[in-house]
């Protein structure tokens, strides 16, 4: 690539640029959007795989539930608002299974007989009516806190979807009933498909929304900084091109748009414009500088001063992004490599299309920007920054330990979001129903315990028990439901209460069958068949709870490993939340492993741009500071690493050595010219460190578009990547020169890079 | 002149219209009342006033896979009143366990169960006839003669089935807490024109889907208005389950006396020779 080839094909670029970008215009149009978090992860994940393997034996677990919130459910409207929606949720096609108040079967014992019916048929009208429901409700443990909660202020309609691929119909019908069917009763709904649906609503949103304030903003910044239509335009035109071109790649290489896709745009927002800044900015202030040279002259020169820094600060960046790839997330690793092919797209185009097309235009021979005599308030910044490097670095550098060693302790205090319910603001109907199924009804979480053997056994029912009653002492656990449930109800109905066999296990095989026999005839038997498999050798144990940690979720499984290893029997552990809780571990070995990969990348490219071991060392400080204090500060001010804030570290580190690179870079030609270091230094942070600030400032305005977006998760990226962006620029602008003072590495004075 | 013609003649046409409108509406009431007729004949000509049967239940989940019970059962008739008397034999885990059932015509029926394991027996009080029979896809009310007055009746025409030329007779609760009660919202059955046997009868949710589809096989005249379906099947549509019921014994004569059929006698009724 040279300057000649720019000009020479100038046309050819142009046309080709264009074409490019027209025809990634057609895959865009096909994009899909992905909001199941469980498919973010990889499959041998083994919660995902247990939970598979539980639902091939007892049948799709995912279910919507809608909270009816009332001053008293039992009131004749509301409970007639519960049947009508109830059966009009029945009559829809599209749900295997509805379950309300009116769906529970009662089944009693009393004097000699077994009562078995409907706990509520129709609405009851008279007081007495409803005063008999509300005991009986309080008297049936298997309801009473979970279907209805012991204040009588929310009862339930759990529906089952039939398959996952359609949750924004499930929802539009489940809203239009509500419609259709109005009461005064407040309407929570929660589920995965309803999250996911709202996620998926959300993403389209956002990229709507964040897409164009982004690129607003963007123009607004490129018009401060060059005052230009041509500075605006041409930066610009790149920052549009590389968006429409690294977003045509998803549908291209099969993928879909997750939430963490978000950032995709907003990054190329941020990064794109990058290398065509640097352009502009040189040939303005050439324009301004050489006015009687021609278009091409200073073009060519443009190129051979920008060539090398930006392709460097180009591989340096795509290196860090690329540690993405190495991410658990499948989203992570997908972005990685479609910014990854973007900011090489923008590179390759700033060096191609922006030399070609402004080689076409006319030239302007002033500008604003570069005949203002006022040096401005980031001068002086500057100017007194270099001075308190260059006369007390060893200060500087206890300053930035001590406030390292303060900041990063906080690590120990960061936690793991244990569920994706703050996918959605707090705010959000969802969590709200979260928070009243946490509070009122037993717990918003289910782990599902697959057992194995002979289910009639009552030696293995008994063991059983024990798991169960060693949970049901856990404070947070709402409640244990298995076919322990079902057999010790028909042994309170078969049984008097002063009877040795009351709500217990019978002691012999042969009971045990009768007793499930006797449910099958005055119960359902496919109410049966979601604790028990067909062929009695599986049982299914549901712990409903709830949990804001994982140590919560860690303690439920601690006691059932306890329960295996004490009765050798043979468990599988599953469920949603336990797909999130490892979903929530494996982001914390993700980031490691992006980590390691972007550092060593970075640490290797440094080493071979500068020939020296000592520029990897030094180019990576910056970037290990920026991560281990914004690691600590997350700690300290209670932010938790989440699917999307786990990506920070190789995304702030591709971006954040960009402004270490353009300083060595000066401060070697500094040194080469036969400066001293104190003199080079307070020329290279003077000059170049104002371009990098403004550099550093233009990717954080890029970012700050974020903070717009509807996801709580996404706008605590921008904060992060944003004080991460600030802590590499403080480190690249203060405490290199500060080490530079100190250590005068050799590789800065050589002549050659 | 001219316009007392013309209403004479719209008087006419009127009263003539009006006596169509009559004849039609009498004429789909005699259907209906065919039609419930048949059902009446339909299901007399399989009900025994005194009969000992040996069965085989087997159940089928949707993969196939099965559970076989093996039981014995007598019916005598006293007066309106009929007593039933289910007995599993097999498999070992329920041998033993009875249930006895007194069958009314205008109340509930009284259902009694006695598990041998327990040595203990309870009364059933139980108003849903559409719960499982023995947990297979029959309901209790396939099981039993439904009150005809329940419901009304309709003949949607002819159809044949296996050569045998049938009516397709529609019957729809009357009351949805009937529809709840038998556990089905519309039911269509094939009737044989000669013989009143019913070949097939599905039913139908509130939505107007298939629930589950019944197959009557094998028919065996035991008497000469009198026949018995050695095979019945049954298919939940829903889930995919299945369960046949083969007759692998019968006799009309039963031993015991009306007051062996009686709750106190469960225990030895449990063990008894049939």
Redesign the interface.
Known sequence: MNSCFAIRYRWAIIILTAVIVVASIVPITRIKINPDMESYFPDKMESKRNSDKIEMVFGDQEQIVIILETDDVLKTSTLTRIKDLS?HF????GFSNVRSIYDITSIK?EN???????LI?YPPTTDSEIEKLRNDIKSNENIYGSIISKDFRYTVIILNTKDKTSDKEYIGLIKETLNLLPGRENIYINGVPFLRSEASEKIGNDIILLLPIGLIIMMLFLWISFRDTIGVLLPFSVVIFSIVFSMALIPLLGWKLSIIGVLIPIMMIAIANNYGVHFISRYQELCSAKPDSSIAEIVKECLKFLLKPVIFCGLTTIAGVLGLVLHILTPASQMGVVVSIGIAFALLLSITYVPSLLSVLKKKNEYKSFNSKRKGALFSVLRDTSRLVTSKPHRVIFIFLAFLFLSAAGILWVKIAPDSNRILPGDHSYNKSINIADKYLGGSKIINVLVEGDI?DPVLLRKIENMERELEQISFVGSVTSVNTIIKEISK???NPEDS?YNRI?D????V???L??Y???G???ELENFTD??YTKALIRIQFKANTIGEINLILKKIDEAKTNSEMTILTGGYCLVEKNMSETIVSGQYYSLIFAVTAIFILLTVIFGSIVAGVMGTIPLLYAVLVTFGLMGWIGMELNIVTALISSISIGLGVDFTIHLFWRLKKELSAGMEYHEAILTSVTTTGRGIAINALSVMIGFSVLFFSEFPLIRSFAFLIILSLLLCLICALILIPSLCIIIKPEFLKKDKT | MKKEKIGKRAITYALFALLISVLLMSAGENEDIKAKDICLKSASVVEFNDIKLSVTLRIY?K?G?E?VRKLSSVTKKYGEEGKMLLR?DQ????KG?T?LIYDYETKSDDIW?Y????R?S???????KG?????SEFSNSDMSKPSLNDFTYKILGSENIEGHDCWKIETIPNEK?VA?EYGFFKKISLIDKETFLCYKFETF???G?LIKTALLKQYRQISEYKYMAMTMEMKNEQ?GRRSVINIDNYSEGVSLTESEFSPSKLEWLSTCKL
Request: glycine share 4%; charged share 30%; net charge negative.
């Open positions: 059966d029945k009559e829809i096609s014992g000699g007989e077994i009562t078995s019916c409907s048929a009639k109905a078969m049984n066999l019978p012999t095989r042969e009971a069958s009768q007793y026999e006797l099958n005839m005055n359902n038997p496919e067909f062929d | 989940n993969d896979a559970r599993f498999p070992a885990d329920y366990t249930m169960i598990l041998p394991s327990l203990k309870r009364r059933i009080i139980s108003s849903e719960k499982s029979f023995m947990g807490a709840e949710d509130i939505k889907v889930n």
